[in-house]
């Protein structure tokens, strides 16, 4: 996809305008020491393209005296001017489609407008959505040119990091740009479509769901087995209890037990059985004789308590007695002869011997006794015969109460808990999204990407240094860039993990790694005809395994890091016809390059000196367009 910057601007608070100016097809270079906001070039060009975040550095200088941050690019052959306004909470931006740079930008387009101008741009339209969900992506939802503009960036903390390649891949906060590079990679490298994705994913969710079916369905079949052999136990033993006839099958047996079930609910009777009616009898003069001698024992307990109690009564005898002495009163008289009264009926009745009941009570429990005799009598007398006869029926009886509640469990769970109609739908709709889908071979892609990253060194005559006879190799599972032996090098699609160097330890071999795979994918995204990622790409800062030594070789080796963006120019425009764009952003000075560039007169033809902030003022935003 063709794009290039050609301006960022930045609009300040005191009406004065900042214009940096880039170049196509050029290593545009900007310069300079420490914090004069090279860095900030990046987070400007994110910010534009509706970063939700703003990254720019809070202080003195820049976020508070910009009111409105701007980029000027080609897109497509066309020209566009995108400004955001500096507070990100009033999603204000100016639009133009002409790319008109304003002396003042206006609030003059909503955000959600301005994306889909750009989602256009990018080639991405409804059916650009992800194949699958995550935290924090949402299944389905449409992928936007940030995630694919991951390609583009190299920042500081990532351009020579050992364990990161691509930007925004660590932190919480960056959840999102991790799940989206995961899910965008088979996209970029052209080696799926998105619709396929869509088949793939959707195979593996049939998948997974026909293996809990078929989990449930083994677990299933173990449990039924193991029902139905206790169920035909079952049945034996109601043969064993005379309820079903010996020629029974299960089945018939099963059907049998639950007739008789239903026949206990409808009503059972044993009123002829003599066994069961003395045992009633007996049961009942049990009970009887039972709450007489229950009554007998409260009877005593009581008068045993009025006698414990009693003595609190005697005051009333000496009230009596010296009644005159105390008050002559009748009134008073009259109670206190009442309360004597009572006194002495109960003085009787703790005397007296026996319950007036008792005798009575005794002989209806005597009579109790000798009926209860009786009963039991005529129980040991009874036939041996009826007793087991009884005994066998009682068993039936717990029998049929006891697995009442197994038969209702067979009859009502045997077909619900069946899966195998479901397994065999599914099965059959897994074989349907097979055929349905493309085979995703990364094999040739993976394969032309590692020969690029092997040319990009060669050309140059450059070796990493301790690892002069091996060459890189991309790892699509740890997204990394490791290295192998060019002699185990032949056959890639045998990928042996044990082979791979991943460890190389200089921070300087790791920052020829990664601009090796970036300029290398940027080749391939050409060769793959993939229409989502703009031909470009910024870099900050990649001196920083070099920066303050003066050691010559170190340089050396830095320049031969440089030689590699200078030949990306070369390559797209003579060998693959295409535009490309580079964006430096450096602390080394203007003047070492421009001596390289002596020594070496076929080096740096492509380079561009944007600026150089080296003297007191110089920066992002100068000292003099701060002054009012």
């Known amino acids: 996809m063709k794009f290039d910057l050609k301006h960022i601007i930045l609009w300040l608070k005191n009406g004065k305008k900042r214009t940096l100016d880039f170049e196509n097809n050029k290593v545009n270079i900007i310069t300079g020491k420490q914090s004069t906001g090279k860095s900030t070039i990046i987070e400007i060009i994110d910010y534009c393209f509706f970063a939700s975040n703003k990254n720019m550095p809070e202080g003195e200088i820049i976020d508070k005296n910009v009111e409105w941050y701007g980029i000027n690019f080609g897109i497509n052959d066309k020209k566009f001017t995108i400004a955001r306004h500096q507070n990100i909470d009033l999603k204000k931006y100016y639009f133009s489609s002409y790319g008109t740079i304003p002396e003042t930008p206006i609030d003059n387009f909503k955000e959600e407008n301005l994306k889909n ?307 065999k739908a599914l099965a059959s709709e897994i074989e349907k999204l097979k055929k349905n889908i493309d085979e995703i071979d990364r094999s040739k892609a993976i394969t032309l990407l590692n020969d690029y990253m092997f040319d990009i060194f060669e050309n140059q005559g450059f070796k990493l240094g301790g690892y002069e006879e091996y060459r890189p190799f991309f790892d699509i599972k740890a997204k990394l860039v490791f290295l192998k032996k060019i002699d185990e090098y032949v056959n890639q699609a045998i990928i042996d993990e044990n082979k791979f160097v991943k460890k190389i330890g200089s921070s300087s071999n790791h920052l020829f790694l990664h601009l090796a795979f970036f300029t290398a994918i940027h080749r391939l995204f050409i060769k793959q005809k993939i229409p989502f990622i703009p031909q470009f790409l910024i870099l900050d800062q990649p001196n920083t395994p070099y920066y303050a030594t003066e050691d010559i070789n170190e340089k050396e080796v830095f320049f031969k890091a440089l030689k590699i963006l200078d030949n990306q120019i070369e390559y797209f425009n003579d060998v693959l016809k295409k535009d490309f764009q580079i964006i430096v952003l450096e602390h080394i000075e203007w003047k070492d390059i421009l001596e390289w560039k002596k020594l070496h007169s076929d080096d740096f033809k492509h380079y561009h000196r944007v600026e150089e902030w080296r003297e007191d003022g110089d920066g992002l935003i100068p000292k003099n367009l701060l002054e009012e």
């Open 117 to 423: 101008i750009i989602d256009t741009e990018f080639s991405i339209d409804a059916n650009v959505v992800f194949p699958y969900g995550g935290k924090e992506i949402k299944k389905d939802s449409k992928i936007s040119p940030r995630y694919f503009m991951l390609f583009n960036t190299q920042r500081r903390d990532t351009l020579s990091h050992q364990d990161t390649l691509f930007d925004k891949q660590s932190g919480p906060k960056n959840l999102r740009y991790i799940e989206a590079l995961q899910r965008i990679f088979d996209i970029a490298l052209g080696v799926s479509t998105i619709e396929n994705l869509v088949k793939i994913e959707k195979l593996k969710e049939k998948e997974i769901e026909l293996t809990k079916l078929q989990t449930k369905q083994e677990l299933y079949s173990k449990k039924k087995g193991d029902f139905d052999g206790e169920l035909s136990n079952l049945c034996d033993r109601a043969k064993q209890l005379k309820l079903i006839d010996l020629k029974n099958s299960d089945e018939q047996c099963i059907k049998n037990l639950k007739q008789q079930i239903e026949n206990l609910k409808a009503g059972f009777s044993n009123s002829n059985d003599l066994l069961e009616q003395y045992e009633k009898e007996q049961f009942a003069l049990k009970l009887k004789i039972s709450k007489f001698q229950k009554y007998e024992r409260q009877y005593k307990e009581y008068k045993t308590l009025i006698k414990n109690d009693f003595d609190s009564l005697k005051p009333i005898e000496y009230l009596k007695e010296n009644f005159d002495e105390l008050l002559n009163d009748d009134g008073v008289d009259k109670v206190i002869h009442n309360l004597n009264r009572e006194f002495l009926r109960i003085q009787e009745f703790i005397n007296s011997g026996e319950n007036p009941a008792g005798v009575e009570l005794k002989e209806v429990v005597k009579k109790y006794k000798i009926d209860l005799k009786e009963i039991d009598k005529k129980i040991t007398n009874l036939d041996e015969n009826a007793k087991v006869e009884h005994l066998t029926q009682q068993e039936q009886l717990l029998f049929l109460g006891e697995i009442k509640t197994k038969l209702d469990l067979y009859g009502s769970k045997a077909e619900e808990q069946n899966y195998e109609k479901e397994i």
